[in-house]
C-alpha cells in the first residue's frame, strides 16, 4: 500500500474509534503539557538567574582561592603580597589584591547588611564600583552581631549614618588574629535577597587590608582569598588556567553560573523523567486501546486479508494508528501548554519567557516514537490474525 | 495458455477447531475447472463447500495434495505470495457480504484497488465503473446500512470484479437474499461469466445450481456422484 494510503486507513479507523481514544489523547496531550512547562518555566528560570548573576557580578573577576585552609601552609600555595605582585604581572591582568573575609555568618536572617564606609576607594582595584549608583564609597559586610540587630531593627539604616562601628576582622579564614577597626557609616544598603534566596555577599576592599596591617603592625600577613581583574571577559578563562596550574582554585562567573543553575537542572532532569514517566504509562494504555481494537475489529481485518490486503498492510495500518494517536495527542499538548503560557503572560506581564521552540517538534517525535513502539505488539496481534478464524466466526 | 482455470490433484485439508478439535473439511479431492465457466459446488452444511472455496481462494493451505489456479501453484507459495494472489486472480463474494459498514459503496469497491497501490483518482473511476456494471451508479455514496440485503450483494460484487480478475469466488451469494435480489445477482454472475471471467459458487440454492455449467457435489469433504 502508498504510504498516502496507509496514513488514510490510518487516520480514518482512529478516528472512527473517537470515544476510546479521546482518554489516551488526553493522557499524551496533558502529559506533552508538562513536559513543555518544565522545558520553558526551566529554561526561563534559568535565564533570570543567569542575567541576575551577570548583574551582579563582575565579568572579569577571578576570584582565587589558596588550598591551605590554615593560611599557613607550604610556601608554594599560599597567597601573599609577593604572590599577588606576581599576578599583576600577568598578560591581560588588570590588577590583583587581597580579599580580607569578614565573618558574616553573624547575619539573624536571610539579609545582607552593606555598608558604605567613609573610606577613600583603591581606583586601581574596583573602578566598576565606581561607577553606578555608588560612586564614591566602599562597601562591606558588616562583621558585628550588635550591629546586626540594630540593623535589623531599622534596615533603612538610616540611625546609623555617621556611626562609628566596630570591625573585627579575621587574618585569614579559620585564623584567631582580628583586626578590630573603628569606621565611621557613611551610607547603608540593604542586600536584596536573590531569586534563590541567597544572601548576596561582598568582599571587603584592598583598604581593609592597610587597616588590618596597621593593626598588626609588621607581622607578614597571609590571605585565603585573593581577587583578580581581567583586562577583558574573554580574558579570564586564559587567567584562570594560569593560576590553576600554580596550584590555587579560582572561580569566576562561569563557575557561580555553574553552580547557581546546577540544582535548577537537576530540577528539570526530574521534572521531565517524572511527565516521560506518565508518558511511558500513557503509550503503555495505547497499546492496550490498540490490542482490544484489533480484537474488535477482527472481521474487518479479516474481510481485507481475503480481498488481498497483506499481513504486512494491516500491521502497517495498525502501527499507523499508534503514530497518528501520538502525533495528534502530542500536538494537542502544545496547544494546550501554549494557551496555558499566554494565559500566564497575561497575568505576570514582567516576566519574559524564554520558549525553547526546538522543544516542540522534539516532542511531537518523541511521542511519536513512544506511541509507534507501544503500537508493535498490537501490529503484530493484527499480522497474525487468522483470516479463516475470523471468517469462521461469522 | 492452459484451458484450466482450477486443477487440484488429491487436496486434503484438515483445520482444528477452537475446542482443538481436528476436523478434515477436504479428503483427497481432485478435480479440474476450466475457464469461463460457472461451476457450481452443492453439498450440505459442513460438506466441505466454503473450504474449498477457500482453498482455490489461498485463504486456506491444503496439507497435502497441489492445487494451481489460474497458472498459480499454490501449494507452494508463503501467505505473502497468496495474498498478492487473492488481490490478482480472484474475486470473493461472501454470503454476509463482507462490507465495512463505515465506508461508501464506492470505497467499499475501491478497497481491493488500495491495496494493489492504485492512485485515488484512478481508484474512484474504477469503482463507480464497476458500481454501474451491477446498476449501482445511484447508490455511490450510500453506506451499507442504507442499502437493502439485494445492494449490499451488488456492491460486493462490484468489490470482487473491481480488479478484474479472472475467477470469481462466490459463498452462498444468494443465502440471505430474497428471490428477487438473487436473481438481479445471479443475472451480474452470469454476465461476468459472460465477459470471461470464470465463477465458482459454494451453494445449496437450486436457482444457483440451475445457472451453472456444471455442479460438483461434496458430501463429508469427498465428491460425490450427484
Known sequence: ?394 | MSATAVAMNNVTVHYHTTSNHEVTALNNITLAIDYQKWVSIAGPSGSGKSSLLHVIGGLLTPQSGEIIVDQTPLHTTNQQMRATFRLTHIGFVFQSFYLMPHLRAWENVALPMLAAHIPLPERKKRAIEALARVGLQDRLYHRPAELSGGEQQRVALARAVALAPRIILADEPTGNLDADSATVVLDILTQFVAQGATVICATHDPLVIARGDAVIHLHRGVIVPE
Not at chain 1, 261 to 282: C, K, Y
Open chain 1, 1 to 394: 500500500m502508498q504510504f498516502q494510503d496507509t496514513l488514510r486507513m490510518s487516520l480514518d479507523s482512529t478516528f472512527r474509534q473517537k470515544r476510546r481514544i479521546v482518554p489516551v489523547l488526553t493522557g499524551i496531550s496533558l502529559s506533552t503539557t508538562l513536559i513543555l512547562i518544565i522545558i520553558i518555566a526551566g529554561a526561563t528560570i534559568s535565564n533570570i538567574v543567569t542575567q541576575q548573576i551577570l548583574g551582579q557580578g563582575n565579568l572579569r573577576q577571578i576570584t582565587v582561592m589558596s588550598p591551605n585552609n590554615t593560611g599557613l601552609g607550604p610556601s608554594s600555595n599560599i597567597i601573599n603580597d609577593s604572590r599577588i605582585a606576581s599576578w599583576q604581572t600577568l598578560p591581560h591582568v588588570a590588577g590583583a589584591y587581597p580579599n580580607l573575609e569578614l565573618d558574616v555568618t553573624a547575619t539573624t536572617n536571610t539579609m545582607g547588611i552593606m555598608l558604605f564606609l567613609s573610606n577613600q576607594p583603591d581606583q586601581n582595584v574596583r573602578p566598576e564600583l565606581l561607577q553606578g549608583t555608588w560612586p564614591q564609597d566602599q562597601q562591606i559586610i558588616v562583621p558585628d552581631t550588635g550591629i546586626l540587630n540594630k540593623l535589623d531593627q531599622n534596615v533603612s539604616g538610616s540611625t546609623l549614618l555617621g556611626e562609628t562601628i566596630t570591625l573585627r576582622i579575621p587574618t585569614s579564614e579559620g585564623s584567631q588574629q582580628y583586626a578590630v577597626i573603628p569606621v565611621t557609616v557613611s551610607g547603608v544598603y540593604k542586600a536584596t535577597q536573590n531569586i534563590l534566596g541567597q544572601i548576596l555577599t561582598f568582599t571587603t576592599l584592598s583598604f581593609m587590608k592597610n587597616l588590618v596591617k596597621e593593626s598588626l603592625g609588621s607581622a607578614p600577613l597571609m590571605y585565603q582569598v585573593a581577587t583578580i581583574m581581567a583586562d577583558q571577559p574573554q580574558n579570564v578563562s586564559e587567567i584562570a588556567s594560569i593560576i590553576q596550574k600554580q596550584g590555587f582554585s579560582t572561580n569566576d562567573i562561569e563557575d557561580q553560573l555553574s553552580g547557581e543553575t546546577r540544582w535548577l537542572r537537576g530540577i528539570i532532569i526530574i521534572g521531565i523523567a517524572l511527565a516521560l514517566f506518565i508518558f511511558i504509562l500513557v503509550s503503555l494504555s495505547i497499546g492496550n486501546l490498540l490490542a482490544s481494537s484489533v480484537l474488535q475489529r477482527r472481521k474487518e481485518i479479516g474481510i481485507m486479508l481475503a480481498i488481498g490486503f497483506t499481513n504486512r498492510s494491516i500491521g502497517q495500518i495498525v502501527q499507523g494508528e499508534a503514530i497518528v494517536i501520538g502525533i495528534v495527542g502530542a500536538i494537542g499538548g502544545i496547544l494546550i501548554a501554549l494557551i496555558s503560557l499566554f494565559a500566564f503572560t497575561l497575568m505576570q506581564p514582567q516576566i519574559s519567557l524564554d520558549i525553547p521552540w526546538w522543544g516542540f517538534p522534539c516532542v511531537i517525535a518523541i511521542s511519536a516514537l513512544l506511541c509507534a513502539l507501544a503500537g508493535i505488539l498490537p501490529a503484530r496481534k493484527a499480522m497474525r490474525l487468522d483470516v479463516m478464524q475470523t471468517l469462521r466466526e461469522e
